[in-house]
């Protein structure tokens, strides 16, 4: 992405753990995303994330798949290794993490409900259901869509499609806007009563891109509201400690990128 803020989160990981980093963002043609992968390791890239449109494309292309990336089919972080190319997703895992340290939210246990059935929505079902929630719902413009993720992960946990009028009377401690519509600055249409007390509205875009879901989800009662910028710095710090070996520090990041969010 053009203005991905993931150059400046690995700069700040590598300034942290003393490592020699360097990441840059390189855009690729969308009929040639292989070719564009070739040469950056053919120049000596070791590593690089992949957003989207990439990820399934990254995935295939890969030989040896991590669990989270098969359980998500898509990839958001690609290894170059002896072996060959290797993917993982780190995405799932990085939602987890922003919840649970930055937001004190802890799935276990809770009603949460998945707005979308897409590469993103099926990456943070898989690690949402690791934390074993009472209940994990899904929705998605397309039923049919979010019934398709709902099969293929229900030996997981306990997940379940439903339509957007089916959520009438029922209340969640979490909402998770994992749709397109943050990225075309769309509003969606929720139900009343859907936020819980002391419930959480939660968007896996960040900044402006997050607003318009937010604003929905303040005036339908949800306690708090978050952004994803948590998550983006989370996964970043997963797929450091994948390339590097060390885990950087988050909180100190996350802290640095609201100031320059808010300069």
């Known amino acids: 992405m ?7 989160i690995h700069a700040a990981f590598a300034a942290q753990t003393g490592q020699d980093v360097r990441y840059e963002r390189l855009l690729a043609p969308l009929d040639d995303f292989a070719g564009t992968l070739a040469q950056f390791r053919a120049r000596g890239g070791q590593g690089a994330n992949v957003t989207v449109p990439f990820k399934q494309t990254a995935f295939a ?4 798949h991590h669990p989270r990336a098969r359980l998500a089919q898509a990839a958001n972080t690609l290894l170059f290794t002896e072996y060959g190319l290797e993917a993982d997703n780190t995405d799932g895992a990085g939602l987890v993490n922003d919840l649970c340290r930055n937001l004190d939210f802890h799935p276990a246990g809770t009603r949460i409900l998945l707005l979308g059935a897409g590469g993103a ?7 949402l259901l690791a934390e074993r929630p009472a209940q994990l719902v899904v929705v998605n413009r397309t039923t049919a869509r979010a019934q398709e993720l709902t099969q293929q992960l229900s030996g997981l946990g306990r997940i379940e499609a439903h ?7 029922q209340a969640f401690d979490c909402v998770i806007n994992a749709t397109a519509a943050s990225l075309a600055g769309e509003s969606i249409l929720l ?13 896996m875009m960040y900044g402006d891109a997050a607003s318009a879901f ?6 339908h009662g949800a306690s708090r509201m978050s952004d994803g910028l948590g998550m983006l710095v989370e996964q970043a710090a997963l797929s450091f400690a994948l390339w590097r070996g060390e885990t950087p520090e988050t909180a100190p990041v996350l802290q640095q990128l609201r100031a320059r969010l808010r300069g």
């Open 2 to 8: 053009e203005h991905s803020l993931s150059p400046f």
């Open 61 to 64: 292309l890969a030989n040896i």
């Open 121 to 127: 929505a099926r990456g943070a079902a898989v690690a």
């Open 163 to 169: 339509e957007l009028a089916q959520l009438t009377g």
């Open 191 to 203: 139900p009343t009563g859907l936020f819980a007390d002391g419930s959480l509205a939660y968007d």
């Open 214 to 219: 937010l604003a929905v989800a303040r005036e």
